[in-house]
């Protein structure tokens, strides 16, 4: 592959070993809860036949793509903070970087389907069933996925394309683009073009079709007469719309930018936001937020 580095050492967060016991306490329970919470939301939609519904389908495909998208970084950073598993080799470290850009990539496109889903069933409440049928639910999740892999592949076979001649330590917790394009003595650009491009295809692209359903909907909420039906009109997707939220912002900031090569500390702390806080706020507000979620789960209760 070019590169006379066959390995990377990850230097994590810097500070005594009392402070990185301290992450690593903070990061295994916070990943802990981030499965528990994500893997409880598929259980409890496949068991209430009334969440049998495009909405809790698309939900479900949100929630296990969380579990994997944490499980790609919470393991290796904390054998990182805890000094036994600092190196990473250079084509784990490419993989680990696409795994985690391609599901990033897939959230961004599942965010802005369950906004078009939310779009369709506000402003055509009668016509929802038979728009968003169960063919078009599956191949729009799956169109997601694919789309996310795919559009990340080109990113990563550049990468893999650069020479790295040392330094090998790499300022953070896992592999990303620009700790990557930081430490590479080849020709950054293409990489860096690319990035640009893919980021603006990716979350602007998808964050577009996000505003414009949301337009719609606030729209057609403000039309309702009754302050009962605008109040319920809007429960059904004020969870989604908190989660769009916290995902776009911090995803933009690392990604949409034409260079990548600056603010590795600050990106650092930023990544911790999405990678670690963000998975395990999301089946909390989904179901804090939702009344039938909610109903739900306290039906599986007292079952129990």
């Known amino acids: 592959n070019g590169t006379s580095v066959e390995k990377f050492i990850l230097l994590g967060f810097p500070g005594t070993w009392e402070f990185r016991v301290s992450f690593v306490v903070v990061f ?30 698309f939900l479900c495909n949100l929630s296990f793509l969380e579990i994997w998208y944490t499980t790609g970084v919470v393991p290796k950073a904390i054998g990182v903070m805890l000094g036994t598993s600092q190196t990473i080799s250079f084509s784990v470290c490419i993989l680990q970087l696409f795994f985690l850009l391609s599901l990033g990539s897939t959230e961004c496109f599942l965010l802005s389907v369950m906004a ?8 055509y409440p009668l016509r929802y069933s038979s728009l968003m049928n169960s063919v078009l639910s599956v191949r729009l999740a799956l169109s997601s996925w694919l789309g996310g892999f795919l559009a990340i592949s080109l990113l990563a076979f550049l990468t893999s394309r650069l020479t790295f001649c040392g330094p090998d330590v790499i300022n953070h917790f896992l592999c990303d683009i620009d700790s990557c394009l930081a430490l590479s ?12 491009l893919i980021s603006i295809i990716v979350v602007v692209a998808s964050c577009v079709v996000t505003l414009v359903s949301y337009m719609y909907i606030i729209s057609s909420i403000l039309r309702i007469q009754s302050a009962h039906g605008r109040k319920k009109a809007f429960s059904t997707c004020s969870a989604h719309l908190s989660v769009v939220t916290i995902w776009y912002g911090s995803t933009m900031f690392l990604y949409v930018k034409p260079s990548a090569q600056n603010s590795l500390d600050l990106n650092k702390i930023v990544n911790t936001f999405n990678t670690v806080v963000t998975p395990l706020l999301n089946p909390f507000i989904y179901t804090l937020r939702n009344k039938e979620v909610k109903l739900a789960l306290g039906r599986a209760l007292q079952k129990k």
């Open 185 to 196: 003595c080849s020709d950054t650009w293409p990489v860096e073009l690319a990035t640009f």
């Open 116 to 123: 078009y889903d939310r779009y369709l069933a506000i402003c």
């Open 28 to 57: 295994a329970l916070m990943y802990t809860l981030t499965v528990i919470g994500n893997a409880s939301i598929i259980v409890l939609v496949w068991r209430s036949s009334n969440l049998h519904t495009p909405m809790y389908f």
